[in-house]
């Protein structure tokens, strides 16, 4: 009876364990899915970024497509990343083309930044870029490639590193403009308010009465005369 026991409660928590498995894995998706909707600008598509982020974050190939800007396949130089590390490099090497005054980069550029290579810059001068897992890949920390990319990493990472709130920052801007707008509104409506007070008709002063006319005092009534 007591083994029967026991392997009703082993039963019970080997079926368990598949529901634990996907709370870990529904955290790490939503990781990616942070990562993929900050990078997808940057990356061109959203399936870009994916692959952007997956094959930095797992050691994997990396395809990258463009209908009009030709297509990149490279493998990462480092070896796989935490979510962290994958931001950092991602952020870096954005960073880095955007000082080159490119904001919409191509396939081959982001190959460049990345791992190394030769890129036309916005002025059409070719520019020389080490590579930003490739420096990694030589021991060098997040902190000497910034500096040696001519970044400092905190304040880069504090404007433009987090990713955790990236998805919320569009409704933020929203909302603070509208708050904007409502005050702005709210002011205008309280000066009109003050200027309408203030043009009201002054109260006319009362006019004073005039001062009561004193009445003439009678004349003294003669006495009369005695009786002999």
Partial sequence: MLNVSRAAVLAA???ALPLLAPAHERDAGQADDRLV?????????RSNAESLVNGLRNDQE???TSSTQGSATFTPKTDKMGFGNVNIALTLARATLAEQGIKHPTPDQIEA???GGTITNRAGKQVVLKGILTQRASGMGWGKIAQANGFKLGELMRH?????????HAEFKHHRHHHAEFRHHDREDFHKVRFERNDRPHRVERVERPEKVERAERPERPERGRRG
């Fill in 37 to 45: 909707d900050k990078f997808t600008r940057f990356a061109g598509s």
């Fill in 62 to 64: 990396v395809k990258l």
């Fill in 13 to 15: 928590f080997l079926l």
């Fill in 113 to 115: 930044a990345l791992n």
């Fill in 160 to 168: 433009h590193g987090d990713f955790r709130h990236h998805r919320h």
